[in-house]
């Protein structure tokens, strides 16, 4: 970890502890708020295919979304979704293949990322930015989510009652809320208080108990055809959360589990490109 991100840090901590000290509530909103906002990424080249696309903009309540597309029209659409300090620029290398297979391919940055506009985001204004997506450049016949955006377009899948013939690509899932939020707490030495009320706040904004907000619970509902990669040494998305469902052995879905890739080289590796656009 670099010195500046240690003094940021350190900084966040120290504010933190002492919003505690103040006031529980205070600290926690304090907490989600930052729980919420994504951290800048460093700022690379725009990929060439990203020059080609056709620019696309949506709004979402307050925020001004900016997407891409390419191969428009065509019967079938696939949607990327990013996940979270991220930028659909960074899934370039799916849009060619996922063209000559025939798709119109589509991809937006979510609230607060890449182009679009705002500062915070959760799951379920990620969720509403899908729905605006669907209604307006819809229907979409196939969906690639990484992290964060596996749960938002989760949520979004167990609420389609028209699921025949979808496929949805899960790239390493924000599969638990609780495992993010624990993650979180631990992170910035909050105490359980705070934690505790970080909770009641969730449940405020989304009218759902954490434990809920769960691609587990929303897998229930999906019926499309899943398939799901994720490897075994991620450290921000547990495969040990994965496990479960797995476990839970849902006929629609298929898994195909990695070694040695993490989070975020999994969704770049040829060999998980390459099954990614076959299931497809």
Not at 96 to 105: A, C, D, F, N
Not at 185 to 202: C, H, N, P, W
Not at 245 to 262: C, E, S, W, Y
């Amino acid at each position: 970890m670099k010195l500046a991100q240690k003094l940021v840090i350190g900084y966040y901590r120290a504010k933190l502890n002492i919003f505690s000290k103040l006031s529980k509530r205070k600290a926690a909103e304090k907490a989600f708020e930052l729980f919420c906002t994504p951290y800048p990424g460093k700022k690379t080249k725009t990929p060439a295919v990203f020059e080609k696309a056709e620019k696309l903009h949506l709004k979402v309540g307050h925020y001004k979304l900016v997407g891409y597309r390419w191969n428009h029209p065509q019967p079938k659409k696939a949607l990327i979704i990013h996940g979270f300090s991220s930028t659909v620029k960074k899934f370039d290398h799916f849009v060619m293949p996922l063209v000559k297979k025939g798709y119109e391919v589509i991809g937006f940055d979510g609230p607060a990322h890449g182009e679009s506009s705002g500062k915070t985001v959760n799951a379920f204004l990620y969720k509403d930015m899908l729905n605006a997506v669907y209604d307006k450049f819809g229907p979409i016949h196939s969906f690639i989510a990484h992290s964060f955006g596996g749960l938002a377009v989760s949520l979004f899948m167990e609420e389609q009652q028209y699921q025949e013939h979808k496929k949805l690509v899960l790239i390493a899932p924000a599969t638990e809320t609780e495992s993010a939020l624990q993650s979180f707490a631990q992170f910035l030495k909050l105490d359980d208080e705070v934690t505790e009320e970080m909770r009641t706040i969730i449940y405020e904004h989304s009218g759902r108990n954490i434990k809920n907000i769960s691609v587990r619970e929303c897998a229930k509902k999906i019926n499309a055809e899943v398939l799901w990669v994720h490897d075994e040494e991620d450290d921000i998305t547990p495969w040990a959360d994965a496990e479960k469902i797995q476990q839970d052995a849902h006929p629609n879905f298929r898994f195909m589990v990695t070694k040695g890739l993490g989070h975020r080289r999994i969704y770049r590796d040829s060999k998980v490109r390459k099954a990614i656009i076959e299931f497809l």
